[in-house]
């Protein structure tokens, strides 16, 4: 799912000093990476609505577990004795545990066994499919978290009580050891696992651009996506370079903590919404990356470098890749000179003693006003600030 969309808008009148111009899609300009295998299309559909371009390599698979000879006898029992409570934390999982039930004889009697029993649902499609079932849940956190889930239970006690925890794709270490140690009995129902993608290449893919300085934001709606990309770089010999470029200029944005976890095992930054929510999260990566390009007031416009363009008061400028990595370089300190020798090394010259004027000419047509990139006679280039703007920027200067 590559996509890449008319990212240029109409030129418009230039917003207040230091504003973002309203017309401009908040991930116009960026390049965002999609790992989920679930719910992908809708994700991707978001990112772009906001302007983004998409790569996507899905780093798992899902497999239902319908002929799981473990899920079979974890139904029968509950079904024969059932749960005091019953927590449903994902919608396509609970519906799945009902479905396969269907295929053994089991939806009846384990449907059964469960309207006798207290029901949690982590969020609104947990709810909605056990209300599909003909069941009505007890309680529903608000911001659909696990943590909020277990600190409910905690607060009311579990001793002594039997819980059926549906797991969602992977083990729930933290909070089924945190109800055991309060004194339940949990049973852990695998309703679906997650495993390797049938076809890695669009992964691998991903990763190559990632690991290339090609993408700005690298996406994860679950820990094992997380893992597996982390796994899938590792197995093709860049395990080292990804890491890297997600502690640097690659945004790792999450759904949420737990999806965080086997990124922050490595000591990569991660960032999530409040809510665990899709939507939450494409709202706090426009956020984020916002807030990780300042707007600069050059040569009378207000200039935002992005992922691959510039933002030029209301106009998404795109830019090829050498200009790009030299205006990324002007715009690390605003106004401050930079030298031919400096500029040369960002470059993938060969050794072309003419690559930073060829660069600098295409990046100055670019945007359109050759002010915006000023030459200093002897010194180098810089980026134009207005007046005020660059008289601190000088004073920042090494002697």
Not at 66 to 75: G, K
Not at 358 to 378: E, M, N
Request: glycine share 10%.
């Amino acid at each position: 799912m590559t996509s890449s969309q008319d990212l240029t808008e109409s030129p418009r009148d230039p917003g207040p000093a230091g504003q973002l111009a309203e017309d401009a899609g908040p991930l116009s300009g960026f390049t965002i990476g999609v790992t989920a295998a679930r719910r992908a299309e809708e994700l991707a559909t978001l990112l772009q609505r906001r302007g983004a371009e998409v790569i996507h390599g899905a780093a798992v698979r899902i497999v239902p577990l319908s002929d799981d000879e473990r899920l079979v006898e974890t139904s029968r029992d509950l079904a024969r004795r059932p749960a005091d409570l019953v927590v449903a934390t994902t919608g396509i999982g609970f519906r799945g545990w009902v479905e396969a039930c269907e295929s053994w004889g089991l939806a009846a009697p384990l449907v059964a066994g469960m309207s006798q029993s207290r029901i949690l649902a982590r969020g609104p499609k947990a709810k909605g499919a056990v209300r599909a079932a003909g069941l009505r849940e007890e309680w529903s956190p608000p911001s659909e978290s696990s943590a909020e889930v277990l600190e409910y239970l905690l607060e009311r006690g579990v001793a002594g009580l039997r819980i059926a925890v549906q797991l969602h794709g992977e083990p729930l270490p933290d909070f089924c050891s945190a109800l055991r140690m309060a004194g339940a009995e949990v049973v852990e129902v695998p309703v679906y696992r997650w495993t390797t993608p049938l076809d890695v290449a669009p992964l691998d893919r991903l990763i190559g651009a990632v690991v290339a300085g090609e993408v700005d934001a690298l996406t994860f709606t679950s820990a094992p996506a997380a893992a597996g990309t982390l796994d899938r770089a590792r197995r093709l010999g860049c395990g080292r370079e990804l890491e890297e470029a997600l502690r640097g200029r690659v945004l790792a944005m999450c759904v949420g903590p737990v999806t965080a976890g086997p990124l922050r095992d490595r000591d990569i930054p991660t960032v999530w919404p409040q809510r665990g929510r899709i939507g939450a999260q494409v709202n706090r990566l426009g956020e984020e990356l916002a807030s990780r390009c300042p707007v600069l007031p050059v040569a009378g416009h207000q200039l935002q470098v992005r992922g691959h363009a510039a933002l030029l008061d209301a106009q998404l400028c795109p830019i090829s890749p050498a200009p790009m990595r030299l205006l990324r370089e002007l715009a690390q300190i605003p106004g401050r000179v930079r030298s031919r020798e400096e500029l040369l090394g960002v470059l993938d010259s060969g050794g072309d003693p003419h690559a930073v004027e060829t660069a600098v000419a295409r990046l100055r047509q670019a945007l359109g006003d050759s002010r915006i990139v000023q030459t200093v006679v002897k010194r180098g280039y810089r980026l134009a600030l207005d007046p005020g703007e660059c008289a601190e920027a000088e004073a920042g200067e090494e002697p």
